[in-house]
């Protein structure tokens, strides 16, 4: 993997055996909920500065949670159309009748793009987990209209690859060395750890004109706690099944996170925008 010094082997006894982050495990709404605190803000900013409002029609990828959808429905009103996908849609409403945009089993990568045209095609936080990245960002641009835009963002562990980067005790080097093994086990399944980066030339390959990117990177947050304490759960059997961490090694870690005074940051997310022509 691009600029990554974990990526030349991993302890992953069953590499891309699939996603690391699976939708299914109860983990996995607590950390929804806190990339949404962190990161929901960052979004609609870029949303709203790409004029999509009222009429508008809106493919969001790889939703995850509801409050992307929900927030773009609002946006778009009863006159535009949002369509939220996933491969996985545990986390979305289950009925149409219980949300204002459609939900759809989707696998962006292997399936047809929704028809239609759509002025804004959105990604976060996916295409950096797929092998068949390319793939994927082909069809988003495929499914946009003429002048419409395609918002990505996505993480750049690498740029970035530390929990804690003030570095000041034992505490702080647990966190960064179970971010280190959580880096592995992600390059282990095919994650592509310093893909976001790589946004604004993978845009402007594809044909989309107008591309700007920026990058967001909070130091230390409340929101950024949890999401931490989430993602460890998350992973916790993965990380003891090959040897990168203990189970009292986890036990401190959460202990540490729970007592407030760890300053725990995330990879960075590399927002890019671009249009077609």
Not at 219 to 243: C, D, F, K, Q, Y
Request: aromatic share 6%; hydrophobic share 45%; charged share 20%.
């Amino acid at each position: 993997m691009a600029g990554d010094p974990t990526a030349q082997s991993s302890p992953d006894p069953h590499p891309g055996r699939g996603y690391l982050l699976d939708n299914r495990v109860p983990a996995a709404g607590d950390r929804f909920a806190a990339m949404a605190r962190l990161f929901d803000p960052v979004t609609l900013r870029h949303v709203d500065a790409l004029g999509i409002g009222a009429g508008a029609r809106v493919w969001e990828v790889g939703a995850g949670g509801p409050t992307i959808p929900q927030a773009l429905a609002d946006r778009v009103g009863p006159r535009g159309y949002v369509i939220a996908t996933d491969i996985d849609t545990t986390w979305l409403p289950g009925r149409p009748d219980d949300a204002p945009y459609e939900v759809r089993i989707h696998d962006v990568a292997a399936d047809p793009a929704p028809a239609g045209g759509f002025d804004l095609v959105h990604a976060r936080l996916v295409l950096v987990h797929l092998p068949q990245r390319a793939t994927a960002l082909a069809a988003m641009v495929s499914a946009l209209r003429p002048g419409g835009w395609l918002l990505v963002e996505d993480a750049d562990p690498a740029l970035q690859p530390l929990a804690c980067p003030d570095e000041r005790g034992p505490a702080e080097a647990l966190a960064n060395r179970l971010r280190t093994g959580f880096r592995q086990l992600l390059a282990g399944r095919g994650a592509e750890l310093g893909f976001g980066r790589t946004l604004p030339r993978s845009l402007r390959e594809a044909g989309l004109v107008d591309v700007e990117a920026d990058g967001y990177f909070p130091i230390t947050s409340p929101a950024g706690a949890v999401l931490e304490a989430a993602t460890i759960a998350h992973i916790r059997a993965e990380l003891v099944e090959v040897g990168l961490a203990t189970d009292g090694d986890i036990e401190q870690h959460l202990d540490n996170l729970a007592g407030g005074g760890l300053d725990v940051t995330t990879a960075p997310l590399v927002s890019c925008w671009g249009r077609r022509k």
